[in-house]
C-alpha cells in the first residue's frame, strides 16, 4: 500500500468559515474519514481532486469506472463504513450504473459522487452532458443534488449520513462550475444512527414463539454482519441450541467451525441447512429480508417450512413479510435484537429445552452426511457433464474438475482470509465450499448478478484491510469483463489473488441451452489465450493449474506473495465443461414453435 504524505492534515475546519465549494466538499469526506476514493480522473472536479492529497485522501485511478464501484462496494463491506467513487461526468458516470446497482442490494452504503455539466450548458446537448440523477434513481437510497455552491457541504454530509443510516449507496451530484466560487461554510459534522432492538410488544410476541418452540432455526443474514452481530447471534442460538443457517452468500454470518453451524441456504447451498430448516416449527431470520432467489427449492428439495412460524428481524420495515409470510416483524438492529431476545429467554424453562441433546446429534448428524457427500460428490452426473468428462479425456491437457478444485481451495485458504466470488456456474457452486470464521470475509454480488464483479471488489476489499488475504474466483466468462483491473492492483500496489476457472465456456446459460434447447449451442462456447500468460503481461504473477494435488500449493504461494511480497497472482485452473445445476428450473419453459421453417428448433 503507497504510504500517504507526511503533510496531510486531517483536523476538520470548524464554525462558519470562507472557503470554495472545493475545499468545502473535500473538508466535509475529511469530516467523514474518507481516505480511498475510487475512479478515473476528470477535469469535471479537477479543483477539488486538485486538494485530496493535503487532505490525506487517495484517489485510486482504475481502469473502468464499473470497477471502481465495485472497489467502492468491497471497501465498505469490509470496513463498514463508506466506499467512494467518482469519475468523469456522462461516459464516466454511466460506465458505474452496474456497480452501484450490485451495491444496491448487498446494502453497501457506498457514495457515488457524480459531477454534472456545468449549469450554464445543461439541456443543449455539449460534451459528455448526460441526465445523470434518473441513471441512478433505481439503485439509490438518497440522491443529493447541490442546487447551490453554498449548500455543497450540507448535501454532501448528507449524502455521508443517509448511505450509513438507510444502509445502501447514495448519489452526490454536482455541476461541474459548483466548485468554483467564494462561500461562507459550516462543515457538518456526522450523524449516526443509534439502532435499537425493535418494539417492546413485537420483541416479546417472538420470545413467546421462541419459548414455545420445539425446533426453532436461526437464518444468520447480511443484518447479522453489518450490526457486527455474530456474537450475539451465537449467544441466542446456543441458549435455544437450534441450528444456524447462512443467508443466501452471507457464510460469512456465522462461524463455520461453531457446531451448531449448518451452512447457507439458497443456490448450491448445505443439504445440511435445509435439511433441518425443514424440520422447523419457529424460524428466527435475524437480518434477513429472505430475498426470493436465496429461498428457492435446491437438490431436489423444497426446504422452506411452510407451517412453521416466521419471526423475521430486519433493520428495513419495508423488508418484513415482503417475500415470505412472516408471524412477527420486528424492525431492528439484529445485533441489539439478539440481546434483546437472548434477555427475555434468560431463567426460561423452555420447549426446546428438554431436547437439546437430541437435536445437538441431529444438527451433527445432517452436517456429517453432508461433508461425506462434498468429499464424494467429485464431478457432476448429468448426462451432459459425463459426456464432456469423456469427450475432453481424449485432448491434450489435463481437465480438472471444478468441485474437487474447489474442496483443495477450500482446505487450503488462510485464516482471515477474504473471499469474492463472481456470477457464473462454478462460481455459484463454489457455495457448497465457501465457509469462514469471522465476519465481513465473503463478497458476491447478490441478487443483481453481475459479471466482473469478483476482481475489483476484492481490491476494493484489501485496500480497507491490507493486512488480510484476499482471495477472488472468476469464471472464464466474468473474468474477461474485468480483467484489466490487475493494472490497478499492480500499479497501486494493492496486492491480491485471483482464481480463474477456465473451462472455456458461458456454463450457467449453457446449461439452460443443454436443459431445455437439445444442445443447441449459440455464443455459448469461449475459446481464450492463457489468461496466466495475459497477468504477466500486465506486471501479475501468472501460474497454470493442470494437476489436482497442485491446486492448493499454488493457493498457498500465492497468498504467501501477496502478503509478504506485495505481489499479485492469477491462477488458472483447467477446468472440464462439466455443468452444475440451473440456476432456477422455473426461469424457462420447453420451447414451442409454430412456423414449419422453425418446427425442428424444439
Known sequence: MSEKKSDVSRTVATGPQKMTPSEAFVETLVANDVTDIFGIMGSAFMDAMDIFAPAGIRLVPVVHEQGAGHMADGYARVSGRHGVVIGQNGPGISNCVTAIAAAYWAH??????????????????????????????????????????????????????RAMSEIGPTQLNI??????????????????????????????EA?????????????S?????MADGVDECKALAERLGAPVVNSYLHNDSFPASHPQWCGPLGYQGSKAAMKLIAKADVVVALGSRLGP???????????WPKDAKIIQIDADHKMLGLVKKITVGICGDAKAAAVALTERLAGKTLACDATADTRAAVIKAEKDAWETELDEWTHETDPFSLDMIEEQATEEGNWLHPREVLRELEKAMPEHVMVSTDIGNINSVANSYLRFEEPRSFFAPMSFGNCGYALPTIIGAKAAAPDRPAVAYAGDGAWGMS????????????????????????????????????????????????????????????????????????????????????????????????LGDPFRRDALSKPVRFLEKYRDYV
Not at 147 to 157: L, S
Open 175 to 204: 455541476p461541474r462550475d459548483y466548485f468554483y466560487g467564494e462561500i461562507t461554510a459550516e462543515i457538518p459534522r456526522p450523524q449516526r444512527l443509534d439502532r435499537g432492538a425493535g418494539g417492546e410488544r413485537s420483541l416479546n
Open 293 to 303: 432467489f436465496g429461498t428457492l427449492p435446491q437438490h431436489g428439495m423444497d426446504y
Open 207 to 219: 420470545a413467546e414463539l421462541l419459548a414455545d418452540a420445539e425446533f426453532p432455526v436461526i437464518i
Open 108 to 161: 453497501s452504503p457506498v457514495v457515488i459522487v457524480t459531477p454534472e455539466t456545468g449549469t450554464m450548458g445543461q439541456g443543449l446537448g455539449g460534451f459528455q452532458e448526460a441526465d445523470q440523477l434518473p441513471m441512478f434513481q433505481e439503485f439509490t437510497k438518497y440522491q443529493g443534488h447541490v442546487n447551490n455552491p453554498n449548500r455543497m457541504a450540507e448535501f454532501t454530509g448528507r449524502v455521508f449520513d
Open 483 to 578: 480483467l484489466s483491473e490487475i493494472m490497478t492492483s499492480v500499479r497501486h500496489d494493492i496486492p491480491v489473488t485471483a482464481v480463474v476457472f477456465h473451462n472455456r465456456q458461458w456454463g450457467a446459460e449453457k446449461k439452460n441451452q443443454v436443459d431445455f434447447y437439445n444442445r443447441r449451442f449459440v455464443a455459448g462456447e469461449l475459446e481464450s489465450e492463457s489468461f496466466a500468460g495475459i497477468a504477466e503481461a500486465m506486471g501479475a504473477q501468472g501460474v497454470v493449474v493442470e494437476k489436482l494435488d497442485e491446486v492448493g500449493p499454488a493457493l498457498k504461494k500465492a497468498i504467501d506473495a501477496q502478503l509478504n511480497d506485495g505481489k499479485t497472482t492469477v491462477i488458472e485452473i483447467m477446468c472440464t465443461r462439466e
Open 221 to 225: 443474514g447480511g443484518g447479522v454482519v
